[in-house]
């Protein structure tokens, strides 16, 4: 059966890919920085054949080298890749207008929300290439599709996934590889609390991890054959808002 | 009088930015990494032109804050700021190769350079906007910024750059919602091929003949038919600085003769 890697796999957004991924029979591959979250996630998800744990900090080059090297020879391809890793306050910031925001945390941001996915993309494609095939998704962000007040960093990290991943997708087809990208917006976290506004949207509820995790199921699957480059809004409506 | 700031200013982008600025009744104030080139624009532009010029590399966050504080601290305030610093002279071996025959190394300096150094400049002109009761910002961008687009066969060698140059495009967004109700308009200029420093037109004119000679379209034109000139985009950027742009805040204005359409 086919194998997924998945980052910041420990988020709530991570638990909703991973479980949307699982119902549909896909062995996993789970990596976050929280190791321990990871675990968690794992122990809630249905039965799969195989399924692997790993602690991985994106910005981290060397362990990101390896940590798909061990998972390529240890499951024999990576047929999937999704990019979760990445967030504001998930890694303990706070929005701040950019007059305020200091030089460590817009570093930050950039680090693990762009450089992270080009550093995963980077290690990923090689095994992809050799292998003729493969699907990566990123996790973008609504943001990244209009900027966003107090995030000016996390939208500019964000447009950067977008836009990347298109320019990808002649190098990355030359393998018979696809990839793309989804836009969230209102999406829950465990960070946000219920009235956190989400309910704003047009279709009046926040996005659930599991309308993330179905879009990127599809995005993986031989349904989206003929789909590459795209970046699909899975925000509700709210983008437009 | 209005006075601008521009990074890069030595650049053929940024000194066509001023000399365009200048011509509207600017006085411009100009920093670049290369102080002999930054000499010979700022004689050019004419001393009465100038508020000041400054050596500086635009990745250097404290050197950037110094000189744009400093501008406004002896012209009595600052009304404008450029991003012009960028292009890929400081950045040997960053582009021109697919991006898993890049070496990761080589995204830190490009994502400085092109990304975080538009922070650093927006960062330090913030505040004294505010303290003005406004001003105006045009960040340098790209075409490819828009999109992994054209001409495709070049982005894709240049996904790293692409990703830096949206990123600005976001950035700019998310200023003009955050400073608008404070007098702050912000936008991005989208340029496709166009000269620099590095590539002159003359240049320019026989790299689209080789690129033709070695695959048929590599080197196809924009719509308009020629590439862009560095006062194509200079025009544009002075209009979005100016009072006829009063009601432009967060756009994108693509200067690419139409290539973005290839």
Not at chain 2, 87 to 94: D, E, N, T, V
Request: glycine share 12%.
């Amino acid at each position: 059966m086919a194998l997924a890697l998945i980052t910041g796999a420990a988020s709530l957004m991570g638990e909703g890919i991973a479980l949307a991924l699982a119902a549909r029979g896909w062995n996993l591959m789970l990596t976050d920085i929280d190791e321990a979250g990871a675990r968690s996630v794992a122990a809630g998800l249905p039965k799969v054949d195989r399924l692997e744990i790993a602690r991985m900090d994106v910005t981290d080059r060397a362990r990101v080298r390896a940590v798909v090297e061990e998972t390529a020879a240890h499951f024999g391809a990576i047929d999937a890749l999704v990019n979760c890793a990445g967030g504001l306050r998930g890694l303990g910031l706070k929005p701040k207008p950019l007059a305020e925001l200091p030089p460590d945390e817009w570093r930050r941001v950039i680090d693990v929300n762009l450089k992270g996915v080009l550093n995963v993309v980077h290690a990923v494609l090689p095994v992809m290439k050799a292998q003729r095939r493969g699907a990566i998704v990123s996790i973008a962000a609504s943001r990244g599709l209009r900027g966003g007040r107090n995030a000016a960093h996390y939208s500019a990290a964000k447009a950067g996934i977008i836009v990347f991943t298109q320019t990808m997708v002649l190098e990355c087809a030359e393998y018979g590889v696809r990839i793309n990208s989804i836009a969230p917006g209102n999406a829950e976290a465990r960070w946000k609390t219920s009235d956190d506004g989400a309910t704003a949207a047009p279709l009046g509820r926040p996005t659930s991890a599991e309308d993330i995790g179905k879009a990127v199921a599809w995005l993986v699957s031989d349904d989206a054959a003929h789909v590459t480059g795209a970046c699909i809004d899975v925000s509700g409506g709210t983008t437009l808002y | 009088m209005s006075i601008a700031f521009i990074t890069g200013g030595a650049g053929a982008i940024g000194r066509a930015c001023a000399r365009s600025l200048v011509s509207d009744g600017w006085r411009v104030a100009l920093a670049d990494i290369d102080g002999d080139e930054l000499q010979r624009v700022a004689v050019d532009l004419g001393k009465e032109n100038i508020a000041d010029i400054f050596i500086l590399d635009a990745t250097d966050f404290d050197a950037v804050h110094a000189a744009v504080k400093n501008t406004a601290e002896t012209n009595g305030g600052l009304n404008g700021l450029v991003t012009a610093a960028g292009g890929l002279r400081y950045i040997p071996g960053a582009k021109d190769a697919p991006f898993t025959e890049t070496a990761p190394e080589s995204w830190d300096r490009l994502i400085e350079v092109h990304l975080n150094a538009v922070y650093y400049a927006c960062h330090a002109t913030l505040p004294i906007f505010y303290e003005c009761g406004g001003g105006a910002i045009v960040n340098i961008a790209s075409a490819a910024g828009l999109r992994g687009g054209p001409p495709h066969l070049r982005q894709q060698n240049a996904s790293v750059y692409s990703a830096a140059k949206a990123g600005v495009i976001a950035l700019t967004q998310s200023i003009a919602q955050e400073a608008g109700s404070r007098g702050v308009r912000a936008n991005s200029v989208a340029p496709g091929r166009v000269e620099s420093r590095t590539k002159s037109w003359d240049e320019m004119q026989r790299m689209q003949k080789e690129e033709d000679a070695r695959l048929a379209g590599s080197g196809r034109l924009p719509p308009l038919g020629r590439f862009g000139r560095a006062a194509d985009v200079g025009e544009a950027v002075t209009f979005l600085m100016s009072e006829r742009a009063v009601f432009i805040t967060g756009a994108c204005l693509d200067v690419s003769g139409g290539i973005r359409l290839h």
